[in-house]
């Protein structure tokens, strides 16, 4: 990660671009918008089902696989929304909704979701506090990278290369830390994200089992579960991969907490659709609550209010934030293919 600019504001005001968001009535719900979207999933999910069914033992069924990639996907999203009480305010209709679109239809648990995810939120880019860039196969700073050894190191300094064969493997890496999550106290609601887990699984293997060969089940399990999880990395990697640590002053603003860590993606509808909403990262950062579609509508309020108080904001194209991912993970592993050459030659 990087330093940000000295000349950044020490304070920026929250609590005025909070004042006018809400004059502006963008924290509403929008039930309408998130029943047809839920209708829409579970209609698409089924239909995929269906279309399994019909042409069992087929090898056409392995664009099934891409399809069902792409709703999984999807009914992850919602379910990311429901976590953050973007469609309900009451706990009781969050929580079903989520149990429904995490644990039952995707094989997360939503438990063990909300508590890490809630932790990023708190702290963006803190090395220490935020869950998504503590040191793991990939690593996202110079100085995490100087204390790796052997086949660590190795893959540090080919991690820029490595990070989108990698996101094949991210829905796998989720699954299974639901599961280790769960299988210790700690999460409220345990046994029933449990019980839903195991009916996920369930029923995903019987769907398998019973549509295709052997041989066809495996293939179309590597299809599905892989890019899922590249559709997901996909989705969360240009947010915040690359973006700045911030001085401890600047992490107590809450403005620049959030901004200064973020990234959105530009683009038109059919980004919106794609990434969940995602792209309006700084937006979603700044008002976790609100609902998906008035996130597009926030947009321009907070960039000219950011350009207002000289608070940097940051938006890129997909490529170009892809390209920023990839040389930042370049960067971190640059010393180590440094020693690497001395050691070398």
């Known amino acids: 990660m990087r330093s940000t600019n000295a000349t950044t504001p ?3 005001g929250y609590a005025e671009l909070a004042r006018e968001i ?16 839920l209708i829409a999933n579970l209609m698409a999910l089924g239909g995929v089902v269906t279309a399994m069914v019909l042409l069992r033992d087929s090898w056409w069924l392995m664009l099934l696989a891409v399809a069902l990639a792409i709703v999984s996907a999807q009914i992850g999203f919602f379910g990311h929304d429901a976590g953050h009480h973007q469609i309900a305010r009451k706990r009781v209709p969050t929580m079903l909704l989520g149990l429904l679109n995490a644990n039952l239809l995707t ?19 803190d090395l220490e506090a935020d869950p998504d ?3 793991g196969i990939l690593v996202f700073d110079a100085a995490q990278a100087a204390e790796r050894k052997g086949a660590a190191a190795w893959l540090t300094r080919h991690q820029a290369w490595l990070f989108f064969p990698l996101l094949s493997l991210e829905a796998l890496n989720l699954q299974v830390s639901s599961v280790r999550a769960l299988l210790k106290p700690g999460i409220r609601n345990r046994a029933i994200e449990l ?5 996920h699984f369930g029923s995903y293997a019987v769907l398998l089992v019973t549509t295709m060969t052997w041989l066809q089940a495996s293939v179309f399990l590597v299809i599905h579960q892989g890019l899922l999880g590249v559709y997901l990395g996909c989705s969360f ?4 991969k690359g973006m ?6 600047q992490a107590a603003d809450p403005l620049l907490r959030q901004v200064l860590t973020s990234r959105n993606v530009r683009g038109g509808p059919f980004v919106d659709f794609a990434l969940g909403g995602l792209n309006y990262q700084i937006e979603h ?3 976790p609550s609100m609902p998906r579609p008035n996130l597009r509508v926030a947009q321009p309020v907070v960039r000219r209010f950011c350009a207002s108080h000289q608070v940097p904001y940051v938006e890129a194209s997909a490529f170009a934030s892809y390209g920023a991912v990839i040389r930042h993970l370049r960067d971190v592993g640059a010393e180590l293919r440094r020693t690497r050459k001395i050691a070398a030659g």
């Open 10 to 12: 020490a304070t920026s």
């Open 22 to 37: 809400r004059r502006l009535g963008l924290q509403r719900r929008r039930p309408g918008f998130y029943t047809v979207l």
């Open 107 to 125: 094989g997360l648990s939503y438990g063990w979701w909300i508590d890490k995810h809630n932790a990023h939120h708190a702290h963006p880019n």
């Open 133 to 135: 860039v503590l040191p």
């Open 195 to 199: 019980a839903l887990l195991g009916a």
């Open 237 to 240: 990697a240009p947010n915040h």
């Open 244 to 249: 700045p640590i911030l001085t401890a002053e």
């Open 285 to 287: 950062h700044l008002f």
